[in-house]
Each structure stands twice: as structure tokens, then as C-alpha cells.
């Protein structure tokens, strides 16, 4: 929502797409020792000798993920790689390349490539990835960008494989990154009425963080090992808590009962449920962008991880015919419905 | 060109982003060992065991890298795939697994998204892969396809390896998909004058079909193994072949000599050129798309390769200093520069 006048403006036919790409990715280095040759051939090469291996892949479009008028470009670009690395690290696997391919339109200067490849390259410093290839194009319209995210696994963790009688945890808290967006759309609002309006986003950094900035819970695999806790299932929460309980459940062949109460909410979001007049309980459930980790863990686990901070048991697992179901606060039982984005809606 | 009145037209919004990719993605089979897990997970769990693996992505933007007005969408969803599969094979693997990403407006029904798998299920079926992962997303305009591959390798080859006094080898032939491109150009211009020609291109069969389908020399990655010849260098011809042996001639640290007389033309691209009124030297060394292999061998190989068609033996490799030429029918040399596509171009 800040203009910067003075800001450079290079345009991108200044390079070849070759020439691009070289400018782009001259600081990235390689650490992975699985990484043979990186950025530079037709293909990448890896070793990860008797390792098995995870990829994943996922698309960012705007105007349907992001909103460039609130999103700074370093944050996209950190946020395009914690996106994947969290399918990762869903998987108990520890994560080692990605590739990145950007389309970009023409009214895109080459320092709003040089920002998101910043995000970027703080993410895999961060995650300690390597980035090892991609593909830079334009578009007609808007930015695209396409990351594949690769791993190394000794035991994987599946979302099928729960049981009757598991205990459901989930990582950190829920519902923040869902709060965040709605304070950005509300004050995108207000600056289009008023754009010398100076809003005090004081109460709001903490969701507004978790919106813009999100974090992948690459401590609580190495946790999860340290603990020796093997988790049952797994999946990280993009779409939101019900839906990934649905794919939970409907994997594995299992029911579940979810405890309202024991869903973990950060005071702020609480605070600004109340301001909006929304139930925290439905943000929790269907807000999504949360990218904290949903597992299930045998019951004789729970001493290991029952003091931990990190962890909220919120349920337990039942036979399939029981079904998926939330217990309110006030004790009736409400179907589990997914509500995540629908993307493809009109 | 041909508009079918009684298509039928299921809109996306009819399916949850889940019930899409399901959707599209039923038929798709499992053959490849080293898949241990494809589609339906957080993400594909692959196991090489101690083999190496190649990795490649790219990218396809609608009015960038295609035109759907003439490109039939199986046609693209096949393309998509074989232009990614021809860059594990200049590495001198075996492709294994994609991923595939689509980003598609609201405009597409979901029969334009069953056309596009179909035409990536053909290719996967034809190339002996697997489709393991991928994201299908809204756009706000057009149609963009991503493509990761996957493949393992024994013994890669680099584009950094060539020696002076190498051969340099290309297989099939070249600039017949750059002249396909301008057919259809034309045809494209007429219709839009008058929707009721019917277009004569039973004399450009050949180079429509190299631009609208072309295919990737697995088949050579096989023969080499077969003739014991390991290329000391080795690039893909997407961008043509200037660009290509300048990427080779840079990284290897090598100068080259290309022969005019010795570039392998189809006769239809012959033909075309002079009705084009292009000279077909030039198509050959920019037009791209050709996804043919460019490499160099060392001098005591050519024994094993000159007799074979698949083949042409179109020049050798120089001390750097002597730089990078086209040697012409007039015996006259002249520097080769990069000409291939520049997206970014205004």
C-alpha cells in the first residue's frame, strides 16, 4: 500500500531469459550434499544414494493466492517456498532442492523478480534447501509462480495410516493466517477511500505475520525423531482443519471426534474473532494457510509428547461408521464438513 | 479452427479443487518400481535405491509458448510433457515420473482439462512414465501448464564436457517445427478473413505435426547405450541450434566449427523456406522446438555412428580462442550468435 517513487525500474527485455536467470540465481549457493549439479544443465542431478526421495509441487497464481497490493515480494517469494517445504515435511521427511519457475508479465520491473528470488533465497537459507532449477517466462497478465519441493525420507508418514483409538495432535495454533487476511482486505478497503489513512496494525502483527510471512514446521520432524514419536498419519493444514481431518479420515478409514475446546487459539486471534464478529471456532476449522501439521499418534505415545508445548491433543480417532464429528463446548456432537477454498468457485 | 457446436461444457466450479484432480486423474496407472507412492499424499514418495536422478521443470504460458486457436489442447497436454522428457534425455537418462501443474481460467470447461490429461496420459503411456503429483488452480486469465520431470541415470552427460577435435552430432533434423509454426500462422491469418477456406496442408503434414506434436529422442538415449557410445557433451534443441552450441561451446570451454552443408533439412522444410521465401539455414539455426540432441563425441566414436541415420555428424569442436562458426557452402565463416526465442522481448 506504499508507493515508492524512487524505485528502480529495469525492464525484463533487458535480458535474455538466459541472462535472467544467471542474474537471478548468482547468489544461490549449494549445500545439500545430495545436490551434484544444480542450476545450469538441462536437468539437475541428485544422489541420495539408498534414501528414498519426496516431491511435491504447487502452484501460486494472482489474484487467486495472493494480492500484490498487500503482499510485499520478498514475502511471496518465502511464502511460495514454506508453502511446499510444509507438504515436505507432512511426509516425516526432511526437505533438500526445490525448483522454482516464475511467469511474469511484462509490466514487472527485473527488481520485483530480484525481490521475490530474495524471499526466496532467505527461505532456503533459512530451510537450508538448495535451489537447484527452474524456469523464468513471461505472461500475458500477472504472476505465477511453480515450485517443486524435494526431500529425503527413511519413514515416511502417509495420511492412511490411523487407527481407531489414535489421539489427533496438531502443531502450534489455528486460524491466525485466515485473521491476518481479513485485517489486510479490511485496510486494502480503507486505503482505497482514504490512502493517507495511517492504520495501526499494532494489535494485528502477530496474525498479520501468519498471513503473510508463514513459517513450516520443519522443528517438529526433528522433534518428532528426537521425542521418538512416529506419527500414525500426517498432513500439513493448508486448506483448513476440517478438510484436512476429512483427508485424514477418509484415507485412513476412520471416524473421529474433534474437541472444540481443546482447539489451540492465539489470544489475537480471539480478540479479532471478536471484532469481526466471526466464531473462532469456524476460522479455526475452515480458515486455513495455517501450515501447522495434523497427525495421529498411538495412545501409548501420548506420555511422550504430553508436556510439549507444541502440541495440542484436540481428538481421538473411531471406527468409520462412527464419523467425523465436532464436540462443541457445549457438548452436542456437529458433522465435520470441508469448507476449505474452492478455488475453481464462481 | 473447427468449432464443435455441441461440445459439452462442464463448468470447474462443479468440482471441489480435490474431486478435479481425481477427476482427472483416475486413470492414470503406476509402472515405474521406483514409484512408491504417486498422486494422494501431501506428496509422491519416490526410491531410487542407489541410483542417481535428473530433475526438470518448465513451463508453458498461453499467448507465450502456445496458441490455442490452432494448438488442439491433447496436442498441448502431450507437448507439455515431451518437451520436459527431452530435457532428462539430454542428460543421457531415463525418465521416470512427472509432476504436472495447471493453472486454467474459469472460461475452460472441464472437458478442456479432460482433453489436456488425455493428452499427458498418451505421452506418460508412449514415454513409459509415471504422473505422481501435481496442483490444478484457477487463473485469473488464460491456461498455464507446469511440468516437472523426473528421471535416474547411471552415467550423465553434461553440457561442460566437450573437447577440441570432438565431434559434433546432431540426430533427425532441424527447423521443421519453426516452419510448422509458420503455416499455421498463415492459416490463422486467412480464417480470420474468411471462415470458410479450407486449407490445403496435406504438402506441410510433416513440419505441423513437428511443431504441434513433437516427440523426444528417448530412443537415441537407448541407441547410444547400444552403439557404446557415451556422448562427452550433450544439450536438448528447444531454443535452436545456435543457442544450443553456444551453451555448449561456453560451458565446455571449447570453440566450434559448424558446417552449412552438413545441417540435416526435410525436404518439406526445404520447400516451405522457399515458399516462405526464408532461408533455411537460418530456420534451422533459430527456429527451436526442434527437441532433437546436440552432442559431441570424441573423434575415435564416429566409427560407431557413421553409418546410422539417425545421426549427422555437422561439425567439431575448437580451442575457445578460435571461437564459435558457421563454416558456409561459400566456404565463407561466419561468428554464430544466439538468436533463439527472447520471451521478454516487447
Redo the contacts between chains.
Sequence with gaps: MIEDKNQQRT???G???FG?IDHLTKNFKINQSST??GI???????????K????????L?????FDLSYMPLKHLGYKAVVVNLS??Y??N?KAT?I?V???VS?RFPVEALEDIYAGIETAAKIYDIDV????T??????L?I?I????E?ED?V???GAKPKDLLVVTGDLGAAFMGLQVLEREKEVYKVNPNSQPDLEPYTYIIERQLKPEARKDIIKLLKDLDVKPTS???ISDGLSSEIIHLCK?SNVGCDLYEDKIPLDPQVISTCEEFNIDSTTVALNGGEDYELLFTISQSDFPKIQANPNFSVIGYMKEANEGMHLVTRADSKIPIK?Q???????
Design positions: 525492464p525484463l527485455s535480458f535474455g531469459e535472467l551434484i549439479k545450469g544443465d538441462d536437468a539437475a542431478v541428485l544422489n541420495f544414494e539408498n528414498k526421495i519426496v516431491i511435491t509441487t504447487d502452484l497464481v494472482e489474484g487467486v493466492h507438504d515436505v507432512a511426509m521427511a532442492q525448483t519457475s516464475i511467469a511484462n537447484i532449477g527452474g524456469d517466462t513471461s505472461s500475458t497478465t500477472g505465477l511453480s517443486t519441493a524435494i526431500g525420507v515416511e502417509y495420511r492412511n500426517m498432513i500439513d484415507q470441508a476449505g477454498w474452492k478455488n475453481f468457485n464462481d
